[in-house]
Nanobody
Framework: EVQLVESGGGLVQPGGSLRLSCATS????????IGWFRQAPGKQREGVAA?????????NYADSVKGRFTISLDNTKTTLYLQMNRLKPEDTAMYYC??????????????????WGQGTQVTVSP
């Protein structure tokens, strides 16, 4: 059984930083994509960042977070991270970790992902 458990969310001031973690179990990373998504109240879920785990990983970021967010995974390939810097109020959302059974370029479309965590709330406010 695949399990994804997010942590690290919280309240932060604009310009601040947070690091989200996603602990995985039962999921085989190699040659599959895994990523971060977010959903703000009243809005559709959107892709934030994704990684294709391979000898030479591929990374994909939403335009809104490029240069501010960094996705990474640990050497054991069981924990996914999202380092978020220079946070803005519009980054406020529930953040979800998701894992795909697909290979190739790491897409940011929620429909491409098969497994989801419960989410961790990120609030950016003065």
């Amino acid at each position: 059984e695949v399990q994804l458990v997010e942590s690290g969310g919280g309240l932060v001031q604009p310009g601040g930083s947070l690091r989200l973690s996603c602990a995985t179990s039962g999921y085989r990373w190699w040659s599959h994509s895994i990523g971060w998504f977010r959903q703000a109240p009243g809005k559709q879920r959107e892709g934030v960042a994704a990684i294709f785990a391979d000898e030479t990983p591929d990374y994909n970021y939403a335009d809104s977070v490029k240069g501010r967010f960094t996705i990474s995974l640990d050497n054991t390939k069981t924990t996914l991270y999202l380092q978020m810097n220079r946070l803005k109020p519009e980054d406020t959302a529930m953040y979800y970790c998701a894992a795909s059974l697909l290979g190739g370029w790491p897409k940011l479309s929620p429909g491409e992902y098969n497994y989801w965590g419960q989410g961790t709330q990120v609030t950016v406010s003065p």
